[in-house]
T-cell receptor, first 115, second 115 residues
Framework: DAGITQSPRHKVTETGTPVTLRCHQT?????MYWYRQDPGHGLRLIHY???????DKGEVSDGYSVSRSKTEDFLLTLESATSSQTSVYFC??????????????FGPGTRLTVL | AQSVTQLGSHVSVSEGALVLLRCNYS??????LFWYVQYPNQGLQLLLK??????LVKGINGFEAEFKKSETSFHLTKPSAHMSDAAEYFC?????????????FGKGTMLLVSP
């Protein structure tokens, strides 16, 4: 299994509070991704990173920010959590070889509940 | 933009029966396609991928998928279902996003296997 850990694995928080989720990899892969998974929606891309300090928005980026100061860590921050951000969040990594294909490896997920 | 449609949010089969999970894609360029499996409370695991080398792709756990350009399909099959195959399955297509490759996922199909 790819060396990907996510912390915390479970979190309950209140509306309006800031929340930071961490993704850590030991594979030295260049690309990292944050997804959210909701019933009936599959996985939707929030943000991704193609290198240290290089990030871009995905399909559902509103209300989220990210940072990547080291190759191994990719942080997802909810500045002011809302109930609509209750979800399971997955981190993924990839060592993309140019533009040919993009096989991603997934972490175990973080279940976030916003009350 | 690329997209994926998975027909049927739930598919039920008996143990030993054929498994067929449907995936149709939309892509303006030759696609790269993936099937992932998710067991309860786990992350996603790659089953197989199509990268244009061969139209019939074999994956792990006895699964295979056939790329049919004329039908824009990439259906997943397994000749004989096992109880351990019960999981959620996701089809995904590689997309170009601001010059970098990302994955767009279908909404998933839950496979139920009965004795």
């Amino acid at each position: 299994d790819a060396g990907i850990t996510q912390s915390p694995r479970h979190k309950v928080t209140e509306t309006g509070t800031p929340v930071t989720l961490r993704c850590h990899q030991t594979e030295n892969h260049r690309y990292m991704y944050w997804y959210r998974q909701d019933p009936g929606h599959g996985l939707r891309l929030i943000h991704y990173s193609y290198g240290v300090k290089d990030t871009d928005k995905g399909e559902v980026s509103d209300g989220y920010s990210v940072s990547r100061s080291k190759t191994e860590d990719f942080l997802l921050t909810l500045e002011s959590a809302t109930s609509s951000q209750t979800s399971v969040y997955f981190c993924a990594i990839s060592e993309s070889r140019g533009f040919s294909y993009n096989e991603q490896f997934f972490g175990p997920g973080t279940r976030l509940t916003v009350l | 933009a690329q997209s994926v449609t998975q027909l049927g949010s739930h598919v039920s089969v008996s143990e030993g029966a054929l498994v067929l999970l449907r995936c149709n894609y939309s892509s303006s360029v030759p696609p790269y396609l993936f099937w992932y499996v998710q067991y309860p409370n786990q992350g996603l695991q790659l089953l197989l991928k199509y990268t244009s080398a061969a139209t019939l792709v074999k994956g792990i756990n006895g699964f295979e998928a056939e790329f049919k350009k004329s039908e824009t399909s990439f259906h997943l099959t397994k000749p004989s279902a096992h109880m351990s195959d019960a999981a959620e399955y996701f089809c995904a297509v590689s997309s170009m996003n601001s010059g970098y490759s990302t994955l767009t996922f279908g909404k998933g199909t839950m496979l139920l296997v009965s004795p």
